[in-house]
């Protein structure tokens, strides 16, 4: 059992070597370090991934400390979902890494860069290996950290610095609610392993699973970028574009759902609780679509797309179907790094201009493999059969479909139509970065080329993105449902009905298509002059999807400046005024009472001869009193 | 085995003192190494010895005591003589004070120190007592040619006088009292209830406590103290701070536990008293005061404060908090005024807080163990003191004595202040005169070493030590 071990540790070991002797290694070799040990970690993920004969395991390393019912250890759970996932992780991140070799072949920074990277990859395998949640909370704030550190990697520009604070402190808040839930388990069941927990999870009361399960929602919420915590995601995209890739797209968003898939045998005993995450998933879905179709920064469309993708997983999840999620979840990380690889090309030939209007038709000219490279991943994510994401997001919405209340069917509708808008903005992003005449508009002369590295590392990614469906096919085939069969093990997975599926799955073909054909008619090259018609027939509607809603300026109002006016006030008045002149006013007392009894050591024999009557007549005294 | 192997130690120490006069006599000129090491050698065997023999109820027609809080205390007392020796030699060497005498009456102090930790009997405990403080006066006037070496002895000497005639005369009462000179019986027979022997006893208990207070500093016994500190020579002020304070603290603890439930009631109000006159008389001056060994003073009276605490939360808690306390009291003193004593010039002892001005960059060493002892002293976590401070206020809590505890805490962090201004001197300063001072020698870096890696260890893993004192 080295292989998940060794998958968990190489990239630790690369993160180490970098902080400790990186700036004495020549560039090459810091490059080659931080790639191996990733790449090192993959080929442990896959041997453990070859070596995995079905049974669920708890691979104890350590133990970390032991306070009273606390005794958390250095603890991994091994099964079908926890490889998978460390699978994907660490293929992506190998990827990533080889094409970050080539960005930021520039950069002086290139050493803290890899380290953070590395540590990153370190502790996302802690969260999806982890059975100890003190120890996944280990990997649960360094991923944050790292996400902090490398959104603010080029420090020099204080927006940057900003936003890195922004992702740090919302993603925070939600951790206050994993703390929280971890003291509740602490104390009912004494135990901090995911595996007790779930397996004792029916002896604790109703209420507390569903408190337990809010609780751990409001936490994922804000990695996952949910709402109401989903702010800082757009912003992060001020960290270089393979991190947006890997940390802000494929793995570090993903881990919220991911925790709550682990504990999904609790979760599930708590209908409240399960619904929460189907609302929040939907809700959330349809609010990221509608913003990602009026923003202008390739980046930030993404952003907001992988808000809005997200959101389908925690449906998928809240309607109860961990497969049809986790799938979600595998197909979402192959096309949405390939898109955003893909969007780091697009940078790189536009000389770092991220505005979508710029670029047009040139561009396609000038890359034309990037063209094809991003055509293929709005396929997958806007769902266009046959790619990935027609499988995986329409088993979600069957899932939705078929769960049995009122309020999921509901929130099927809305994640239909957030569907629609998610091939609308998917195909807006092509059409006008592609297909567009961006004359006048301020962009660069020439297009600088692109390195071959990068455009590489794209077409493993699209042949995933593409074929990703073929993970869980469905029907009857003995092809098909390959997913299902793997994860039949893992607790908490349950088999969809199968009556109406293909009704559901004709449904969303025709939407992507619709979609595909209304984008075309509203941004395609046709309607190359009026490109902008839709902004300009509601530019106020236009405005309010741009902001996000105008939910930073909600925030804003209602929670940020209130707070700061407390600051001041308590900074000000509370601590100035009050607290320091109290501890001043002490300080001079002391000082006045220390003056006043050092004038009693006048150094003269007599004063102590005076003292040891007074002492002794005192003694007495009280003796006297005591003894009588 | 012979009750007069518990004499041993004793004999071995007058044997080294004799033989440190008896090496003055026939060599001119001692090697100063010959005689510390001489002097270190007598003090390890008593050291070895009390550690060999068995512990045991009274012995010598019950003249001494020996379990084991007397042994701890007399490992403790060698070893403040044994360091305080390492810290004074070349100290002693340098200024011409390195005669024969000096080695000769720390041994001899040392062995009345011993004396008084068992003492089972009241003449032992008058004469232990008075056999060290005789040794002190002389070495406080070691530095015969500096006025205010001379004067602090003769103000350490008058009410010495005095509070020793004050204890003799408590003893004799108790004497008269009970017709029983044996410390625990007594003690025991004063509270048999009968006004006739209680009156008496307790105004014989009250005298008692006079001398003692003296000795150990306790307001209001305590105003000798800056001006006895700041005249006697670094080292020697070390030796006195702590191997007599804690000599004094081991006969007062068996005092303590003899004593019988009535009068405990009648003394716990008195010891209630001066700990927090003490704490506060301690604390309080050494906050704007700028002459350095009258802070160090001052807060030596503090620190005895807070080991009257620990006593008197001892028939709740047991030993363990003011043994311990002892044993970072003395450290800390120890580390104090040795690494003032190597700090200092030739021509005069540091004494002035400018003085200490960027000695933290000049002569890092001494400097770094003099922080830690003060930042010990000021009760700062990862050190002894604070862990001593730690387990005192926990015990006295548990006793029931909240608002003790309050003014401890108090005066901590009043002393806390004081202290902090000499960190800052040594630290943040500006160095006014560079290469004052000689470099310390080997035998002070030991010493220093010693002493700064047990504050520092024993604060981090107080555990052992704590576990053995339980």
Known sequence: ?????????CPLAGAAVLALAGRHLPRRVAEVVAVAVVLAGFVAACAAWAGFDGQSRILHL???????????????????????????????????????????????????????????????????????????????????????????????????????????????????????????????????????????AGLLAPDMVTLLGLLFLFAACGKSAQLPLLVWLPDAMAAPTPVSALIHAATMVTAGVYLLMRLAPMISLSPAAMLAIAAIGALTAFFAACAALAQHDVKR????????????????????????????LLVHAFFKSLL??????????????????????????????????????????????????????????????????????????????????????????????????????????????????????????????????????????????????VLAGVPGVAALPEDNEALVSALDALISLAGLLLAWRLWGPKNLMDWRRPAALAPRVHAFFLSGWKLDALYLAAVARPYQALALWLWRDVDGRGLDGLALGAANLAGNASRSLRRLATGRVTATLVMFALGLALILLIFSVRAA | MSDWFYLLPQAILCAGGLAALGLGAVLL???????????????????????????????????????????????????????SLLFASRYASLRGLAGDELYALVLFATLGMLLLAGAANWVIFVLGLEL??????????????????????????????????????????????????DLASSLASTAAGDVASFGPGLAGLALILLGVGFKLALAPFHLWAPDVYQGAPAPVAAFLATGSKVAVYAALLRLVAALPADAWQALAPVFWLLSAATLLAGSLPALTQTRVKRLLAYSSVAQMGYLLLALLAYPAAGPAPVMFYAAAYVLMDLGAFGSLGLLSPVSGDLDALEGFAGLGRTRPWPAAVLAVSL????????????????????????????????????????????????LGALYFGRPVHAGQGQPPGPAAYVALGLVGALIVLLGIVPGPLLGLLR
């Open chain 1, 1 to 9: 059992m080295t292989a998940p071990v060794l998958t968990l540790l």
């Open chain 2, 29 to 83: 000129r001692p090697a100063p190494g010959l005689q510390l090491g001489g002097a270190l050698l007598f003090l390890a065997a008593a050291g070895a010895i009390v550690l060999a023999l068995p512990a045991a109820g009274p012995v010598l027609d019950d003249m001494l005591a020996f379990d084991g809080i007397v042994r701890f205390y007399q490992l403790l007392i060698l070893g403040s003589a044994g360091l």
């Open chain 1, 62 to 200: 350590a133990s970390w400390f032991s306070v009273g019912h606390l005794a958390p250890s250095f603890s991994l759970k091994l099964d079908a979902l926890s490889l998978l996932m460390a699978l994907m992780v660490s293929g992506v991140s190998a990827l990533i890494h080889f094409y970050s070799v080539a960005y930021m072949r520039r950069d002086q920074g290139f050493v803290r860069y890899f380290c953070y990277l590395n540590l990153f990859v370190f502790s996302m395998q802690t969260i999806v290996m982890a059975d100890d949640l003190v120890f996944l909370f280990l990997g649960w704030e360094g991923v944050g950290f790292c996400s902090f550190a490398l959104i603010g990697f080029w420090s020099e520009d204080a927006a940057n610095v900003a936003a890195g604070r922004k992702a740090f402190i919302l993603t925070r808040i939600g951790d206050v609610a994993y703390l929280v839930a971890l003291a509740l388990i602490v104390t009912s069941l004494a135990s901090t392993s995911l595996t007790e927990l779930n397996a004792r």
């Open chain 2, 132 to 181: 060290f403080t005789l040794c002190l006066y002389v070495l406080i006037a070691l530095d015969r040619g500096r006025r205010t070496s001379l004067e602090a002895a003769l103000k350490y000497f008058v009410p010495g006088a005095a509070a020793a005639g004050c204890l003799i005369f408590g003893v004799a009462l108790i004497y008269a009292a009970t017709g029983s000179l």
């Open chain 1, 301 to 328: 469309v993404l952003a907001w797309s992988t808000v809005s993708q997200v959101g389908y997983m925690f449906l998928g999840l809240g309607a109860g179907d961990l497969t049809g999620s986790f799938f979600h």
């Open chain 1, 340 to 485: 955003f690889l893909g969007a780091g090309c697009m940078i790189t030939a536009m000389h770092d201009d991220h505005d979508i209007f710029r670029m047009g038709a040139r561009l396609r000219r000038h890359a034309p493999g990037v063209f094809a490279a991003m055509v293929m991943g709005a396929c997958a994510l806007g769902g266009v059969p046959p790619a990935g994401g027609f499988f995986s997001k329409g088993r979600i919405l069957f899932a939705a479909f078929t769960a049995p209340g009122l309020a999921e069917r509901l929130l099927w509708v809305l994640a239909t139509a957030a569907a629609l808008l998610t091939v609308l903005y998917a195909f807006r992003l092509v059409f006008v970065a592609f297909f567009g005449q961006p004359a006048g508009q301020g962009g660069p002369e020439a297009l600088a080329p692109v390195p071959k590295l990068m455009l590489a590392m794209l077409w493993p990614l699209a042949l995933l993105a593409l074929a990703g469906g073929a993970l869980n096919l469905p029907g009857e085939a003995p092809w098909s449902g390959w997913l299902g069969h």
């Open chain 2, 375 to 422: 930042l010990s002293l000021a009760g700062l976590p990862l050190t002894m003191g604070f862990v001593g401070k730690f387990v005192v206020f926990v015990a006295v809590v548990r006793a029931g004595y909240p608002v003790l505890a309050g003014i401890g805490i108090l005066g901590a962090v009043v002393a806390a202040g004081a202290y902090l201004r000499v």
